[in-house]
């Protein structure tokens, strides 16, 4: 069974941190990327940083760029997402997805293209 679990979330205030987790099961994890994505309240899902399979490339969005890192541990499974410098703006749920092949770059591009694989998501609150 294909799984994404991402956890990690919870409240925080604005200028605080907080890493999120997305572990993975049921596929090739080396040869996936794994995207972390947000929605806000009333907003369209975007993408704000992915990691490739095997190359370690990776990509942000503009909007978190110097505060968040993205990192992976393929003995674990696992996808860490270190968020920084945190503004109310930053708030959603942050889902984790997977896509066989896929460049981080296609993120900055296309969106959530060739992901395929999607955890349930972790809410991130951010107060002023």
């Known amino acids: 069974e294909v799984r994404l679990v991402e956890s990690g979330g919870g409240l925080v205030e604005a200028g605080g941190s907080l890493r999120l987790s997305c572990v993975a099961s049921g596929f090739t994890f080396e040869n996936h990327a794994i995207g972390w994505f947000r929605q806000a309240p009333g907003k369209e899902r975007e993408g704000v940083s992915s990691i490739s399979g095997n190359d370690g490339s990776t990509y942000y969005a503009d909007s978190v760029k110097g505060r968040f890192t993205i990192s992976k541990d393929n003995a674990k499974n696992t996808v860490y997402l270190q968020m920084n410098n945190l503004k109310p703006v930053d708030t959603g749920v942050y889902y984790c997805?997977?896509?066989?092949?896929?460049?981080?770059?296609?993120?900055?591009?296309?969106?959530?293209?060739?992901?395929?694989?999607w955890g349930k998501g972790t809410l991130v609150t951010v107060s002023s």
């Open positions: 997805a997977a896509g066989l092949g896929v460049h981080p770059a296609v993120m900055g591009a296309l969106g959530d293209y060739g992901m395929d694989k």
